[in-house]
Each structure stands twice: as structure tokens, then as C-alpha cells.
């Protein structure tokens, strides 16, 4: 880490980790044993007024505004599902589901030279898809055939990559039938509960279906995208609200009205 200031502007990988266990020992510390993230595993946490971290987990942004440094967290898993797919500029990508996950996901790729195909149901979702920018084509599975459209979109080729983040068995067997032959699906989703994969797509296409969890030395380059202007947050913070109303129009938002915001931001003061 470089050397701080008081009141310089720094976000943190809110990670615990044993430092002992083999992943952990190799470097891949998202995959240590006993993962945790503070705030859900133990040591304070987002709404604690004051936080001590190693200094290992600290992350200078610069000039980045803070409401939008608050989204380098979920950029930073996008970043890192885009790693684990070896995708590259130029290549085409599909996104299953346009959720901050799923839009967070298309703005790394297309900020990284990636054309970005999104599929969505959601009439706000797919609108931001498209109005932030970082969908190239948008598909809504309930009126388009999505395999033909995205051969039709590469010349008959398929995917060079795509990304389930629906966490919904139908998007995983979709992200299957648009990849080429020998292209790669990354399962960004965390599932509820077991999906069912069809091998013989896996199979007759040497598909590489590949996992991804959190972020292991990514924030540093995912914040580089932001201040390089490759990738735009402004349009992902749907909301600000001050702490008195985090249940009524944060919490409730979330979990009965979801596809009308991406991110809420909560100031504390
Ligand atoms: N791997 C990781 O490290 C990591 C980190 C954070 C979140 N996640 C996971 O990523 C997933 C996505 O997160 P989110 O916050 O964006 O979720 P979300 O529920 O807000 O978004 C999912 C989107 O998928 C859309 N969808 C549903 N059915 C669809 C269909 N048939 N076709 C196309 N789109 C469809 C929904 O309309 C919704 O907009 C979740 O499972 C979450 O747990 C993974």
C-alpha cells in the first residue's frame, strides 16, 4: 500500500482471512477456509462509525467522489469475474441479467474493449443497461430467442464469453446455447440453491465453465477503470437517502421494489 494521509479518500477489501490455510498461503486469499467479510462475519462494519483494517486492505481512490467509491466494492467482483473469464478486448461477451451485479459485469467488459450483449426482463433494468452505456445489444428472453439473436449479432460464431449473474437455472442453460464452441461461461451468481447444468452442452462445445468469488488483488486496477474514465459509476447510484431512512426507502426498496434501483447510497449524516 502507499503511504496515506489523514483525510485522504480510501476504500477497503472487507475481508477476514486466516493467513494460514493453503489458499491463503498462495496468494488466493478469496479462497481462504475460513473466508469471512466484516459486517457479516464479525468486526464492525459499514455502519460502525470507525473501523481499524490492516493496512494491507486499504485502497486509495484519489479524486473518486466517495458515494462513488462505494461501488468500487461490487466493481472490484465484476473485475474479477471478468479476470477469471481471459476474455480480451475485442471479443464478445453475453451478461445474463442486469442487476448491479450483471451491470457492474458489462461495464468492465466494455471498458475493457469487450462487446457486451445483455440479457434482462426487467423494463428499468434494461433501460439502464442501455442508458449507462455499458450494453452494446439488449435481449429480453420473454420476446427475443436469444441464441439466434446472438448469432445472428457474430456472424453466426456465438460468444466468445458470458456471465450468469441471475443466479436462475434458465440464464445458466442460456449462457450454455451463446458461447461458441471452446468458450468460457463464468458463474458469477451465489445460488440459493443447487441448478442443474446440461454436460452435454459442456461437453460437445469443451465449454470452460468456470467460478468467481469476490475479488483477490483486483481493486487496484478496478479503480484505475474508474479514473481513467473507462468506466462510469454516476449511473449506478440510483438513490441517496440519509440514515433515518434506510429502512423505508433503502431496506424496503431493495427487497420489494429491486429493479428500480441499482445502488443506494446512505449518507450518516
Ligand atoms: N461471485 C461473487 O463474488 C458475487 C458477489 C456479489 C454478488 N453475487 C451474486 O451475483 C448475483 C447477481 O447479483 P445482483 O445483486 O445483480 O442480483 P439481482 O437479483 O438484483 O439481479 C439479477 C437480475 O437478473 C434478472 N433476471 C432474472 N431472470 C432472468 C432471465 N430469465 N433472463 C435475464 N435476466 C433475468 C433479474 O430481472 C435481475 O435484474 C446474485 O446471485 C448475487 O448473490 C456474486
Keep these: 500500500m502507499t503511504a496515506l ?6 476504500v477497503v477489501e472487507p475481508y477476514i482471512v486466516c493467513n494460514e490455510c493453503g489458499p491463503c498461503l498462495s496468494g488466493h486469499y478469496n479462497l481462504c477456509t475460513k473466508l469471512g467479510f466484516i459486517g457479516l462475519a464479525g468486526g464492525g ?4 462509525e470507525k473501523i481499524v483494517v490492516d493496512a494491507r486492505w486499504v485502497h486509495p481512490v484519489g479524486d473518486i467522489p466517495l458515494d462513488e467509491a462505494a461501488l ?3 466493481l472490484a467482483v465484476a473485475y474479477h469475474a471478468v479476470g477469471r473469464s481471459g476474455l480480451k478486448a475485442g471479443d464478445v461477451a453475453v ?3 442486469a442487476g448491479p451485479i450483471g451491470l457492474l459485469t458489462a461495464a468492465v467488459l466494455k471498458g475493457i474493449g469487450i462487446t457486451t450483449i445483455v440479457t434482462e426482463l426487467s423494463a428499468a433494468r434494461k433501460d439502464k443497461a442501455v442508458s449507462s452505456g455499458v450494453a452494446d445489444h439488449v435481449l429480453d428472453p420473454s ?12 456472424d453466426g460464431a456465438g460468444a466468445d464469453g ?3 449473474c441471475a443466479g436462475v437455472n434458465a440464464v445458466l442453460d442460456t449462457m450454455l446455447d451463446v458461447v461458441r464452441p471452446a468458450g468460457v461461461v463464468v458463474n458469477v451468481s451465489i445460488w440459493g440453491h443447487p441448478a442443474t447444468v446440461d454436460m452435454q452442452k459442456v461437453v460437445l462445445k469443451e465449454i470452460d465453465l468456470r467460478g468467481t468469488i469476490a475479488y483477490c ?3 487496484a486496477a478496478a479503480i484505475k477503470l474508474v479514473q481513467e474514465g473507462k468506466v462510469d459509476l454516476k449511473p449506478f447510484i440510483t438513490g441517496r437517502i440519509a440514515l433515518a431512512d434506510l429502512v423505508d426507502k433503502g431496506f424496503d426498496t431493495l427487497i420489494n421494489h429491486n429493479d428500480t434501483a441499482v445502488k443506494i447510497i446512505v449518507h450518516p449524516s
Excluded: N, Q, Y
Design 143 to 154: 420476446s427475443d430467442d436469444v441464441k439466434a439473436r446472438v448469432l445472428e449479432l457474430t
Design 217 to 219: 488483488g483486483d481493486h
Design 72 to 74: 468500487i466494492e461490487p
Design 45 to 48: 462494519g459499514g455502519l460502525s
Design 162 to 164: 458470458a456471465f450468469e
Design 5 to 10: 494521509a489523514v483525510g485522504d479518500s480510501v
Design 95 to 97: 451478461v445474463g441479467g
